[in-house]
């Protein structure tokens, strides 16, 4: 247990000042997820073929497409930007120095394994299982890289910052595609947040002490299900022009893992676990979006589509031959009728950091860190 508390003053020292973007107070961010935080992996594992390895993906910041499922930049590469260390690369890209961190996500991943769902009769049209345990498993592979011996690991990760998603959007949207109902989407809940729950205490195991655990975005706002599962009783609708019932999914699973993340730290004292929020922002943006700069006129309209009443068609999506992007993505939420833009993610990345939409915020001050290790001796 003196080791634990050891590793811990060690992290303090990183925090030396108050909150800021050159005193880089972590050594390395190691990035799991799906494609809101894929940075390229899910074009390198399909060889090719995929829309997001075409323009006008990656127009805004890069000028190229990345393999990012936006016009730009994630909120993991704010996150890196802000904490002074360069953007994460890509656990399948090639000829990449790791050791300032690695990306995991890959577009379409789940939490429950791809045989779990197959199993239970729901397709995800995925090749290969890219689930928060097949992610886990590249980590444990990665590792001899970057640290040689137990101890050397622990401390290297202690000094790292671990996002753990977001993952369980990916599992409920193949669910229902399966034709389930919402209420049987809700009873695999408690095993994605469990999958989730014992990804983070794997981490733990390995040294991790910072690990933010993001929550999922209102579905029901998101321009792909809308189109999929629109209605024409108004009454399913809310005042954003949102699907209520699919919102719910959102808001449940999150409120799940809200508790989830307390019990955590609860148990884990010598930690510290982040509850990061998709779903308030996406909601506020929709109820008042020149306050954050989207100015288009129909806040549930993407940037980048074919057409429809959202401008998506799954016929012709973004990256596809023909369809073409706005002119301005900034003034945009949604890029592509299933991701947001890179205007929006930066918001967020701000709320992560700062306290707006995370509980509690990245960069919690010198002095919250100074009692914690207090009450950690006091304790132990």
Request: charged share 15%.
């Amino acid at each position: 247990m003196k080791l634990l508390v050891l590793r811990f003053l060690l992290l303090i020292s990183c925090f030396s000042h108050s909150y800021d973007t050159k005193d880089q107070p972590y050594n390395a961010i190691f990035s799991f997820g799906n494609s809101y935080a894929d940075t390229g992996n899910f074009v390198t594992l399909e060889n090719g073929a995929t829309p997001y390895e075409h323009l006008p993906y990656g127009m805004t910041y890069f000028g190229e497409p990345t393999g990012r499922a936006s016009d730009g930049r994630l909120v993991i590469d704010f996150i890196a930007q802000a904490l002074g260390l360069p953007l994460i690369p890509p656990y399948f890209s090639h000829g990449q120095n790791f050791s300032r961190g690695a990306n995991f996500a890959v577009i379409g991943a789940t939490a429950l394994s791809l045989d779990y769902l197959k199993q239970r009769g729901i397709p995800t049209l995925l090749p290969v299982d890219t689930s928060i345990n097949t992610q886990l498993g590249w980590f444990d592979q990665l590792k001899p890289l970057l640290c040689d011996t137990t101890e050397s690991c622990q401390d290297f990760f202690s000094r790292s910052l671990f996002i753990l998603g977001e993952f369980g959007g990916n599992d409920y949207a193949f669910i229902l595609s399966a034709g389930k109902s919402i209420s049987e989407v809700k009873s695999y809940m408690p095993v994605v947040i469990d999958t989730i729950r014992q990804a983070a205490e794997s981490l733990l195991k390995q040294g991790a002490l910072h690990i933010i655990i993001p929550g999922i975005l209102p579905s029901g706002c998101v321009p792909i299900r809308l189109t999929t599962y629109a209605s024409k009783n108004k009454s399913d609708y809310d005042s954003l022009g949102c699907l209520k019932e699919y919102n719910t999914l959102g808001f449940h699973h999150n409120m799940m893992l809200k508790e989830t993340v307390a019990q955590l730290q609860s148990t884990y004292p010598l930690a510290k676990f982040i509850y990061a929020d998709y779903y308030e922002p996406v909601i506020q943006f929709l109820q008042n979006p020149n306050k954050f700069g989207f100015t288009v006129k129909e806040p549930l309209r993407i940037c980048c589509g074919g057409g429809g009443p959202y401008n998506y068609n799954s016929s012709a999506t973004c990256g596809q031959p023909g369809v073409s992007a706005c002119s301005n993505p900034s003034t945009y939420i949604n890029w592509d009728g299933i991701h947001l833009t890179e205007a929006a993610y930066k918001i967020i990345a701000t709320g992560w950091l700062n306290g707006r939409y995370a509980h509690p915020p990245i960069s919690f001050s010198v002095q919250e860190i100074l009692n914690y290790s207090e009450n950690i001796v006091t304790h132990w």
